[in-house]
């Protein structure tokens, strides 16, 4: 008769999760401590020249997340003229999860990226440079609705991450185009262009929905145009004519989205607003 083993195989895998393994100097490794964190910690970066305390960090962002505050953490990290970097904590990885599925989360006075984190940055300000966002491209001619087209199009707004099929009724009657693409923050989000038409060029505009807090002087995340220290772009339209075309970079209505203007900081308390990036929209908090 077979005899039970004096070592099960769960004795095993349990020995082999307590191994130590050193380096070549002698110091332990911990070959599971990136999962560990990441399982629990995010860093992120809050776009905007408009300080905040940790204080109202957790009062905004916990209210809006649906987390008891003894259940996450944040720590501001690094700061500069445009953003702060920030590290959370979370107890519950779903909590974590769930706060990253909907990223980037969208203030009336900044935009927060987050990412999970395995490891502190060591150089912040080359970290979370970009986030997905969606748009729209208008007045495409009907003999240039091509895929290849409405991809080199959407290209031109970022990195490409889905792209509308070149249904030609669809976008003449609707007449636009949708797209995804990542959003690099050190650029200005991209206006439109003049685009080839029969008897001349016409302007095809780009709208972005749920329009982060940015400037339509410059076209940059971070700052109002009210603050704005760098020369508007200009542009030249159908007729010849030079125009800032950033300050006709307008968001789309997106069914169900709440639309509001932008805040003062002061307002906070008062009149708070933030939508993720799936267009759930929370205010008055």
């Known amino acids: 008769m077979l005899q039970k083993p004096d070592i099960t195989m769960d004795d095993l895998l349990a020995k082999a999760l307590n191994l130590t393994v050193l380096d070549e100097d002698g110091w332990e490794i911990n070959e599971a401590g990136g999962d560990v964190a990441g399982g629990h910690c995010a860093k992120g970066r809050f776009c905007s020249n408009k300080p905040m305390s940790c204080p109202l960090l957790k009062t905004i962002l916990g209210r809006v997340w649906g987390i008891a505050d003894n259940n996450w953490g944040v720590e501001i990290k690094h700061n500069n003229k445009q953003s702060s970097f920030l590290v959370f904590t979370f107890k ?7 706060t990253l599925g909907k990223n980037p989360w969208f203030l009336n006075y900044g935009t927060l990226i ?3 984190m395995t490891s502190l940055p060591q150089d912040w300000e080359k970290e979370l440079l970009r986030f997905p966002i969606c748009g729209r491209v208008y007045h495409l001619p009907s003999r240039s609705i091509t895929q290849s087209n409405l991809n080199r199009l959407a290209s031109l707004a970022g990195e490409v991450i889905d792209v509308q099929m070149a249904d030609i009724p669809r976008i003449v009657t609707k007449d636009f185009f949708t797209f995804k693409v990542w959003c690099d923050i050190t650029k200005p989000l991209f206006p439109g262009l003049l685009f080839p038409s ?14 982060p807090f940015m400037c339509f002087n410059c076209g940059f995340l971070g700052h109002d145009t009210r603050v704005c ?3 508007p772009m200009m542009f030249e339209d159908e007729e010849g004519s030079s125009n800032n075309k950033q300050r006709t ?3 789309v209505e997106v069914p169900g989205a709440i639309n509001k203007s ?3 900081m002061e307002d906070v308390n008062s009149g708070l607003f933030i939508s993720d990036s799936n267009g759930n929209s929370f205010e008055n908090l």
């Not at 029969?198 to 329009?211: A, C, M, S, V």
């Open 114 to 116: 987050l990412e999970r």
């Open 262 to 264: 932008l805040g003062k």
């Open 229 to 231: 220290a760098e020369t």
């Open 249 to 251: 970079v307008l968001g």
């Open 198 to 211: 029969i008897g001349g060029k016409k302007w095809l505009p780009f709208r972005y929905e749920r329009l």
């Open 92 to 98: 519950s990885a779903q909590d974590l999860n769930r």
